[in-house]
């Protein structure tokens, strides 16, 4: 005969509540593992589904993700040209914030180098990827963006002509994907009346020089499109993606870049570990931090549950006792029902969550190794939780079975 | 005693100590002889519970000896032998509140402690329905001990104690909330048991309508057990019946 079964079959109502109440805590717990592991795979995601060995960025600077990078599209042309280049790209990365149906929209912009780069590589959920130069756009699907949706972004409409999933930046924004001329219009996007303000900056300051006022043609260019303008560079982008023909030295090709006096280059290893020390690095310790002090508090909380069913059956244990029970019997009773209390807590939260964390605002990634390593650490709180009982039961006499 | 059961000499028990010193039990002497059925009768406090529960190896005394089967299992407060293994092959134990335990139903109840002693659970459920059909609560064998009326319940606790066939059997006011013929009955069946299965049984009782089924009754008084042959007319007066020898 299992008392443990009997005990738990007999008071099953309360059971159950306590195990709902387990499994709601342990679902967080798990949650936040999730989120964890989303939190770290968001980071790197985009840097390992570009697949490209190495980053060319600004001198001095730890870009494109980490911090802001600058430098000319005539990069990409330069980097192509390096012996062991099989396909340079140029990346345009930038953040913004749109409302949409009078909520806010918050998105990653991304540029896809067209015609070079139609988006082929994303992994597409529904649609196609970019089929024209111009206002197309492949939005992730937690942006809550459909497919045909048309969105207004600057001065132009944008219609989304793919989807995909999982796609998001290490905030958790979901990405768009632009072509590179569309991504910087709607970065560099500029009001008529600030265009208006700005070339009448220019002309202002050009009537102060000498220059200016010997040469009527220069006010009249200083008041035109800056983009007409030589004195002016033309817009830059964030960095130089570069994709190594194979069999190619990546040592080698990252050293010859890197003697340039104006870029840093970075492989993919380094891009990833500079996403995960530097930009969730916070995020990361933050979250981890959370999971221990939750699972410890679930500990607590089961070590109480179990401390009180075990008071509440302390007569019956001291009966058991009486008639003869073996220590071995109560501890069986005891830690039988706390490891079932566990893995019924366990499932519970395995059930609730995946009915739940869709709805969590960021990605929650429940991978197998890290369900199998939490399953590990319920069982041996389970376990040590019990303890207390335990100890309690083993303590009680069996003529406690005879008062009042 | 040739044949004695259960013999105790001196039992002492000393509860507190100094001015709060209690003395609940004194040099309580008694041998009980296999196949005999025993009362032991006194006023509340007297000392009897202190003494059961010290032969039923739950409460140990503060000095004395207890040998059951000619075996020495306890001498002073130290027991000589594992207390509850000890009394799960050797000992039923009723109390003067019917004790079950409350996650299990009846014939559980009864059927626990036949596993407990290495029963298999078809042979102990297979006695534990014919214990509860002897004691006529076989209907109720599925009903959870707060269904159950008091005297239900304490039939079931006397099923249990009766369920290992044990050598001696200790009940403490076991018929307190059964009714007279009820009582009676069960009484009656602590003799059966003493006499076919050669038990030793000692019954602590108040119910002096039924002391006529006993073979021997012993009183105690003050923590002190007074010699049974003494006791025996005394008995008769209270029961209005015949001793036995």
């Not at chain 1, 738990?8 to 509540?17: D, Q, T, Y």
């Not at chain 1, 004195?231 to 190594?244: D, G, K, Y």
């Not at chain 2, 002889?33 to 009768?41: K, N, P, R, S």
């Not at chain 2, 003067?96 to 996650?103: D, E, S, T, V, Y």
Request: glycine share 10%; aromatic share 6%; net charge positive.
């Amino acid at each position: 005969m299992n008392l443990a079964r009997k005990d738990v079959w007999h008071n099953r109502g309360r059971f159950a509540l306590t195990t709902l109440g387990l499994g709601t805590l342990l679902m967080i717990v798990m949650g936040m593992g999730g989120i964890y592991r989303g939190l770290t795979t968001e980071a790197t995601q985009l840097v390992d589904k570009v697949g490209v060995e190495l980053w060319v960025v600004q001198r001095g600077t730890r870009g494109p993700f980490a911090e802001i990078s600058r430098v000319p599209k005539t990069l990409v042309d330069r980097v192509a040209a390096v012996p062991g280049v099989a396909e340079a790209r140029a990346f345009v990365y930038h953040t913004i914030q749109r409302l949409r149906a009078g909520k806010p929209l918050r998105a990653s912009v991304l540029g896809l180098d067209w015609p070079t780069d139609k988006g082929e590589w994303l992994p597409l959920s529904a649609g196609r990827p970019l089929a024209q130069a111009h206002f197309e756009m492949i939005a992730d699907r937690s942006l809550g963006l459909t497919l045909g949706e048309r969105l207004p972004l600057g001065k132009e409409i944008y219609t989304v002509v793919g989807l995909t999933s999982g796609m998001s930046d290490p905030a958790g924004n979901g990405f768009l994907f632009l072509t590179l001329a569309d991504s910087q219009a709607v970065q560099f996007d500029q009001s008529p009346e600030g265009i208006r303000l700005e070339r009448q900056a220019r002309r202002a300051r050009a009537e102060q020089i000498d220059l200016g006022n010997t040469q009527p043609t220069m006010l009249e260019r200083a008041a035109g499109p800056g983009s007409q303008l030589p004195a002016l560079p033309p817009n830059q982008i964030s960095a130089v993606m570069t994709r190594l023909a194979p069999g190619v030295n990546e040592a080698a090709v990252k050293a010859t870049i890197d003697g340039w006096a104006d870029v840093s280059v970075y492989t993919r290893a380094d891009e990833a570990k500079m996403l995960l020390m530097g930009v969730v690095e916070r995020s990361r310790r933050q979250l981890g931090l959370f999971r221990v002090l939750l699972t410890t508090v679930s500990g607590i909380i089961m070590a109480l549950i179990l401390y009180t069913l075990t008071m509440d059956k302390l007569h019956d244990i001291a009966l058991l006792k009486l008639i003869g029970a073996s220590n071995w019997v109560i501890v069986k009773l005891i830690m039988q029902q706390a490891i079932a209390l566990g893995a019924l807590g366990y499932a519970v939260a395995w059930l609730l969550g995946q009915k739940a964390y869709p709805y969590f605002p960021r990605r929650v990634i429940l991978t197998p190794d890290d369900l199998l390593m939490l399953a590990g650490v319920v069982l041996g709180v389970s376990v040590v939780a019990s303890l207390v009982g335990i100890w309690k039961a083993l303590r009680v006499q069996p003529n406690v079975a005879l008062l009042g | 005693m040739r044949n004695a059961a259960i013999e105790t000499h001196g039992l002492t028990k000393v509860y507190g100590s100094g001015h709060t010193e209690v003395v609940a039990m004194r040099d309580a002497s008694l041998c009980v002889a296999h196949g005999q059925c025993v009362a032991l009768i006194g006023p509340s406090g007297a000392g009897k519970s202190t003494f059961l529960t010290a032969v039923g190896l739950i409460n140990p005394p503060t000095a004395g000896r207890i040998l059951i089967g000619g075996r020495l299992v306890m001498e002073g407060p130290r027991a000589l032998t594992n207390p509850r293994t000890f009394r799960r092959k050797h000992i039923g134990y009723i109390s003067q509140k019917a004790n079950l335990i409350r996650f299990l139903t009846a014939r559980e109840n009864v059927q626990v402690a036949m596993e407990l002693n290495g029963e298999s659970s078809r042979a102990a459920r297979a006695r534990a329905l014919e214990l509860l059909e002897y004691l006529g609560v076989r209907e109720r064998a599925a009903g959870y001990p707060p269904e159950l009326s008091g005297g239900e319940q304490q039939r079931v606790a006397v099923a249990r104690a009766l369920a290992n066939r044990p050598s001696v059997i200790l009940a403490d006011e076991p018929t307190a909330a059964l009714d007279g013929p009820r009582g009676r009955q069960v009484m009656e069946l602590f003799r059966r048991v003493a006499h076919e299965q050669g038990a030793a049984v000692i019954v602590v009782t108040h119910d002096h309508r039924a002391l006529d089924v006993f073979d021997t009754i012993y009183e105690m008084e003050d923590g002190v057990i007074r010699s049974g042959a003494a006791e025996l007319s005394a008995a008769s007066t209270f029961s209005g019946g015949k001793a036995r020898p």
